[in-house]
């Protein structure tokens, strides 16, 4: 399948020096035709689309603490915070 390909394209670009801009644009791909299997109108689409996102996780560039860790989030989620729009 394309989502195999893509795999392997970005399992071959990890191995090479300075790939991450690579790396992000594959996986930005495969989230692109994620999104596409989502918005079909056949459950199978969207139970594939799934399974892609489970297969996904997994391989994605992990986030930095440091972003998680921001001077302004040091409160957690308030009452206040959580106003639905």
């Known amino acids: 399948s394309l989502s195999a390909v ?15 801009r690579a790396c992000r644009d594959l996986d930005e791909l495969r989230l692109k ?22 297969k996904l996780l997994p391989s994605l560039i992990p986030i930095h603490r440091s972003t998680l860790n921001r001077s302004d989030d040091s409160e957690g989620l308030t009452p206040e915070k959580f106003i639905v729009n």
């Open 6 to 20: 893509i795999k392997w394209l970005r399992y071959l670009a990890s191995r090479l020096p300075n790939s991450d």
């Open 33 to 54: 035709m994620i999104l596409r299997l989502l918005q079909t109108n056949s459950f199978s689409g969207k139970m594939n689309a799934l399974n892609e996102v489970h």
